[in-house]
């Protein structure tokens, strides 16, 4: 059973919005650190943002103040929205999950333990 199913990706144009989500199986993952990453082709993934058990989030450089990281314990469910996207925003998005001393987008993706299986976002002008 796939722990992390991510959805909400897709294609936009440069400047428009898109809000991802990342349902969980269980409660389990949502007191987890949990993080959105993403990856090119031939680049490394990278963690764009995450959000600890207290709501407590952190996000790369790139996407401040465009992105916004957040979770509805209640439905088990993470969320990334993303505004005013770049052509550089495109990537595939994946959800991760696990229980980490330090939860932030420096933890390298090996950290984690728990993945979705991704969903695309293209930025095209």
């Known amino acids: 059973q796939v722990p992390l199913v991510e959805s909400g990706g897709g294609s936009v144009q440069v400047g428009g919005s898109l809000k991802l989500s990342c349902v969980t199986s269980?409660?389990?993952?949502?007191?987890?650190?949990m993080a959105w990453f993403r990856q090119v082709p031939g680049k490394e993934r990278e963690g764009v943002a995450t959000v600890e058990r207290n709501g407590a989030s952190t996000y790369t450089e790139s996407v401040k103040g465009r992105f916004t990281i957040s979770k509805d314990n209640a439905k088990n469910t993470l969320y990334l929205q993303m505004d005013s996207l770049k052509s550089e925003d495109t990537a595939m998005y994946f959800c991760?999950?696990?229980?980490?001393?330090?939860?932030?987008?420096?933890?390298?993706?090996?950290?984690?333990?728990?993945w979705g299986q991704g969903t695309q976002v293209t930025v095209s002008s």
């Open positions: 269980n409660t389990h993952y949502m007191n987890m650190c």
């Open positions: 991760a999950a696990n229980f980490l001393t330090s939860c932030s987008t420096r933890r390298a993706w090996g950290a984690f333990s728990y």
